[in-house]
């Protein structure tokens, strides 16, 4: 965890350096795991599944991994492109091709080896040990790039703190979480973070392509310390989305994605809000000169 710290407080170059060695390895497992599944392992009989989830259920668990990397991770990262087809071609070839791809993989792997433990399934095939060294690089970066964006995120809102500070006591704070047990409760905690978060992308739509997208560009003053309508949004959104997910209220039905509702109605409330009271965009402009 330590050296995860590290490379988070020396930022996004560290992190790129270390994405160079971390993914050719991670390909080289991934082939090979397949090709040596499916050399010495024939397809299991299928299982019957006494509980299956709802298609929309399995899109929010996704959408869930995901969003806050998609919402809040990305522009971190995307920023630092040279250009905007760049950070295109690298959420795209990243998410799109990368991701997917390896989720397939493990679907695939999982179903040749019938087990859906990871350590497992390597040790099967015989590529227990050098599978545990890659796997823990991929971690690696993946923590560290959850730490250089989360510390980005505080030391905006908590300015008197060191961004480094920051990141060792979240450093800290996750490895009290993983202590307590985080895991056991991932699929709760996956929801949670669906619901709560994918309204942001919603916020993030609306004010682009619906009303300030050259101020995003070009201005560089500082934004309003509080944005009334974008709360208002988030919030209404949050609030559609716990009660349409199955793992909480499940009151009522939109489109049978709870992370969905929450993006398309945070949505609608942010222009509905900027459209009828613009007063509250100048008075947060306002409050954050003052």
Avoid at 53 to 79: E, F, H, K, N, Q
Avoid at 94 to 104: C, E, Y
Avoid at 175 to 203: C, E
């Amino acid at each position: 965890m330590a050296l995860m710290a590290l490379t988070a407080i020396w930022g996004v170059r560290s992190l790129g350096k270390l994405s160079i060695l971390s993914v050719p390895l991670m390909l080289i497992l991934i082939v090979s795991g397949i090709y040596l599944a499916a050399s010495g392992h024939s397809s299991p009989t299928e299982v019957a599944i006494k509980n299956p989830i709802s298609l929309g259920s399995a899109v929010s668990y996704v959408v869930s991994i995901w969003i806050v990397a998609a919402s809040i991770v990305s522009p971190d990262i995307a920023r630092y492109s040279r250009t905007r087809k760049d950070a295109m071609l690298g959420s795209g070839l990243g998410f799109l091709l990368g991701n997917s791809s390896t989720i397939l993989v493990a679907l695939i792997l999982t179903h040749m080896v019938g087990s859906d433990d990871l350590v497992e399934i390597f040790f099967s095939i015989g590529l227990g040990v050098s599978a545990i060294v890659i796997l823990i690089f991929a971690q690696w970066t993946t923590n560290s790039s959850n730490l250089i964006s989360a510390s980005l995120g505080l030391s905006v809102v908590i300015r008197a703190i060191p961004r480094p500070i920051l990141v060792v006591v979240m450093a800290f704070a996750g490895l009290l979480l993983a202590y307590n047990g985080m895991i056991n409760n991932f699929t709760q905690f996956l929801s949670l973070i669906g619901v709560l978060i994918s309204p942001i992308a919603g916020v993030y739509l609306a004010e682009y392509y619906f009303f300030d997208s050259s101020r995003l560009k070009q201005d560089e003053s500082p934004p309003p310390l509080l944005n009334i309508c974008a709360f208002i949004a988030w919030l209404s959104g949050s609030f559609v989305s716990l009660a349409t997910a199955t793992d909480f209220f499940d009151l009522f039905t939109i489109t049978s994605v709870s992370t969905l509702d929450g993006i398309i109605i945070s949505l609608v409330m942010y222009i509905a809000m900027r459209k009828m009271f613009p007063q509250l965009v100048t008075s947060a402009h306002s409050f954050s000169k003052s």
